[in-house]
């Protein structure tokens, strides 16, 4: 017959080890949680790279009089740092001038104008809304900044 004692240190050690683990376990959790959490923060830009990046479009827009007078100063977008103007045309457009727009990232870009390129041409603005990914809202979100 065992010793009792014996048999309790190996509980003990036993409750002890499992504790560990489960430790162990809640830590690497909230470890993944945090990352996470990190990762889909907002970009922080400091006031003084944004002041540079409007210095920097004034004096683009003072430098070419011509472009400043027929591009308002609300269509520049900081995504690309080139001034555009709106309505821009799907027929002619470049994936930098689309992904000028608010919700058009490089792919939804490059999705419009490859079914421009299937189409032939658009006929409509609204056959945007026949691309994968460009539901009734996001429709409703571009269509106002083009046109055909």
Not at 106 to 117: P, S, V
Request: aromatic share 6%; with cysteine; glycine share 4%.
């Amino acid at each position: 017959m065992e010793n009792p004692q014996t048999e309790t240190q190996k509980v003990i050690k036993s409750d002890k080890y499992l504790s560990r683990v489960l430790i162990a376990a809640a830590l690497i959790i909230l470890g993944v949680v945090f990352i996470i959490i990190a990762l889909n923060q907002p970009r922080v830009v400091s006031e003084e790279a944004e002041s540079t990046v409007q210095s920097s479009v004034s004096d683009y827009t003072e430098s070419n009089s011509d472009a400043a007078s027929s591009v308002p100063h609300s269509s520049v977008s900081n995504k690309t740092e080139k001034a555009v103007s709106f309505p821009i045309h799907l027929n002619n457009c470049t994936a930098e001038d689309l992904m000028a727009i608010d919700n058009v990232g490089e792919t939804r870009a490059n999705a419009i104008i490859a079914y421009r390129e299937y189409l032939g041409g658009y006929t409509s603005v609204e056959q945007l809304k026949n691309i994968s990914g460009i539901g009734d809202s996001v429709y409703a979100s571009i269509a106002p900044y083009v046109t055909v």
